[in-house]
């Protein structure tokens, strides 16, 4: 089976990191080429920047998938 390859557009509070956590999971499915990062629930933009990089450190892939702030 070939994994969709995506772009990860979210505010990573609670159920975009799970979402993340997720797609993380699952590479004969899904492969995550960015996450971009846009406000939404939260306000504090690098704060949710520096949520999605520590879920990529904790899934030891913080130098596999870029995470763009988009305003």
Known sequence: MNCKRIVL???PG???SI???LAL???DKIMIDVIT???GNHKDIDLLA???CLL???CNMSSDIPVIINM
């Open 50 to 52: 520096y949520n999605a």
């Open 25 to 27: 999971a699952s590479p």
């Open 14 to 16: 609670v159920d975009d």
């Open 9 to 11: 557009d979210c505010d």
């Open 56 to 58: 990529l450190q904790m």
């Open 37 to 39: 990062i846009v406000m």
């Open 19 to 21: 979402a993340i956590f």
